[in-house]
């Protein structure tokens, strides 16, 4: 199974790409809206869900209100114009997203971490919003934090039938109307974590 096979209308096979890399049903159901309205999630950043911690004149920084379980501080460091791709970013935007990482890791209590930037078609570096961002994680030492770059067919053919029941939930079907194995599939990620 791949993108191609699931048709939303007004969304192209690269929205369904982002749409594969959801991780709760919220965060579909959000993603799905602001794409139809033509809106960029990072572009038009919503300040209730995302309060930024640190700014300057071409990024800036929010903890990620979705994120990977086991890290004690996820944040998205997001470029304030909507680039899509690596070879749109100059030296200076380079020199202000390293003074943005450099602030988050500051504190004392920050003892290692990943940095992660993906960039271009959402098929091939398995992200979730279009917009040229990074995500600074920070795990907590509970559990494995494994952030994938590109999935295997047999995990996007999974993630095909978890967004096939988010896409039914979104159109009115409630959790209980679903069949028991549609239930089982989407049932840890009905809420945010």
Not at 38 to 54: A, S
Not at 134 to 141: A, E, F, K, Y
Not at 182 to 192: G, H, K, S
Request: net charge negative; proline share 5%.
């Amino acid at each position: 199974m791949d993108s191609a096979e699931l048709i939303i209308p007004g969304l192209d096979q690269e929205d369904i790409g982002s749409l594969q890399n959801t991780r709760t049903f919220p965060q579909y159901c959000e993603m799905v809206r602001k794409i139809l309205a033509g809106e960029c999630m990072f572009c038009e950043l919503d300040q209730k869900l995302n309060k930024v911690v640190f700014e300057n004149d071409r990024w800036r920084a929010w903890r990620n209100p979705y994120p990977q379980e086991f890290t004690a501080h996820h944040w998205i460091i997001a470029h304030r114009e909507h680039l899509t791709h690596l070879r749109d970013v100059t030296s200076a935007d380079g020199r202000d997203l390293f003074e943005i990482l450099s602030r988050l890791a500051e504190p004392k209590e920050i003892y290692g971490g990943g940095v992660l930037m993906r960039f271009g078609n959402p098929l091939l570096n398995a992200g979730s919003v279009r917009h040229l961002h990074v995500n600074l994680m920070v795990p907590d030492g509970a559990g494995e934090v494994r952030v994938p770059l590109c999935k295997t067919p047999e995990e996007i053919a999974a993630k095909m039938n978890v967004i096939r029941v988010f896409e039914k939930m979104r159109q009115g079907t409630p959790f209980e109307e679903l069949n028991l194995v549609e239930q089982v599939l989407v049932r840890d990620r009905l809420e945010a974590r």
